[in-house]
């Protein structure tokens, strides 16, 4: 995902500016003018206006012919957050300069019918010397979750004169993932989220180097001198050590519950189906996000809908996982209503999360339902009532 996209095709146009369509047609009245009433003066005149315009056709046009340029570190972007996309430009020529340029994005995808709500992002160099690289970047803002599809990246000039435009469009295709947006979370939830996980994991103690007391065993080699049964050994002379248990970090099992279609979903008023299903995968992240914060051991379960399961692990990378699988649900998929499975392991805490309100109510000591109405209620500036 974060590597840079070779060059595949080079397109090339010219485009007249408003500014230059008025020099053009002052042009024309000159030479108009002299051609009807020959003068040296007028004749010198429009030889020079008519040699601008070539001049700066040609000299924007070779500026550009040795010019490449790839994207770097195509990665991820957040809705509702600015983020950048990176251009390495790399001038070939040995003797001239690129002046002015201007690297656009041409155009911007959609998905599902959504738009991302991406202006044409756009980064300025001022010059590339002969020969060395320069890198640009230009800031964007999504405020949808999903795959752009990037295709084309545009540089443009206007140097010299600013009369004629000259095009270069690079078929650079490249997918830009964008993250769903991620509510920081009340700390009551937070707090008996994480209570709820400490206290059935008491259930499942294994052994370790502290906590409480075990049993005895043999000595293996590469056990700890400190961890020996002295009382043990004074009466044999074979070696023991003490086993102490030591609870493993909490671990919680997202499931997004996505089996309903969105006519059989019920929302609030004014609520549309389609964005209460936005709204849940923007809990599930959340709460995600919280609880890579908090030291879980976070996992994914996707049902209804391009099912897909990732196994509860802590650390940055299963959090990007997750965050990748909520960012590629395509909501327009046909929907399976399958029930998400119970959770064998007695450490895991499960919530359930699905659009508009739930239709159960799952609330066991190991399990949560939530629907995503709740989402307001759970966000940080929701100051009343308990959770």
Not at 39 to 54: D, E, R, T, Y
């Given at each position: ?118 202006e044409t992002p756009q980064a300025h160099v001022m010059q590339i010397p002969p020969g060395e690289s320069v890198r640009a970047e230009a800031w964007i803002e999504p405020r ?244």
């Open positions: 995902m974060r590597r840079p996209v070779g060059r595949t095709r080079i397109r090339y146009r010219y485009r007249i500016r408003f500014a230059g369509l008025l020099y053009l047609a002052m042009t024309l009245l000159l030479g108009v003018a002299a051609a009807t009433r020959p003068n040296n003066l007028l004749v010198w005149i429009f030889g020079v206006m008519l040699g601008a315009i070539l001049v700066s056709g040609v000299v924007s046009g070779f500026m550009l012919m040795r010019l490449e340029v790839r994207r770097v570190d195509v990665g991820t972007a957040i809705a509702g957050r600015t983020s950048r996309l990176r251009y390495e430009l790399t001038n070939r020529s040995r003797f001239w300069s690129a002046f002015a340029l201007w690297i656009r994005e041409h155009p911007v995808g959609k998905m599902d019918g959504w738009e991302h709500g991406l949808r979750r999903g795959a752009v599809r990037l295709r084309e990246v545009a540089v443009s000039t206007r140097f010299p004169f600013g009369l004629l435009e000259k095009v270069l469009r690079h078929e650079l295709p490249a997918t830009l993932l964008v993250h769903p947006k991620v509510h920081p979370l009340r700390r009551d939830l937070l707090d008996a989220l994480r209570g709820r996980a400490e206290g059935i994991s008491d259930l499942g103690r294994r052994a370790g180097a502290g906590g409480e007391f075990l049993g005895v065993r043999e000595y293996r080699p590469g056990d700890s001198l400190r961890r020996l049964a002295w009382k043990r050994l004074a009466g044999t002379s074979r070696l023991a050590v003490v086993e102490r248990s030591s609870g493993g970090p909490p671990r919680l099992r997202l499931v997004l519950d996505l089996g309903r279609r969105p006519e059989e979903i019920r929302t609030r008023a004014g609520e549309d189906a389609r964005d209460a299903e936005e709204r849940a995968i923007e809990l599930v992240a959340s709460i995600a996000s919280a609880a890579g914060e908090l030291g879980f051991e976070t996992g994914l379960e996707i049902v209804g809908v391009e099912a897909r399961r990732i196994e509860p692990r802590s650390g940055r990378r299963v959090l990007e996982r997750i965050m990748d699988a909520l960012a590629r649900i395509d909501l327009t998929a046909p929907r399976t209503r399958v029930a998400a499975g119970a959770s064998s392991n007695v450490r895991e805490v499960r919530v359930v999360v699905e659009p508009g309100e739930a239709t159960t109510l799952d609330a066991t000591e190991r399990s949560w339902r939530f629907g995503s109405g709740r989402l307001d209620a759970f966000v940080a500036d929701a100051e009343a009532g308990t959770t």
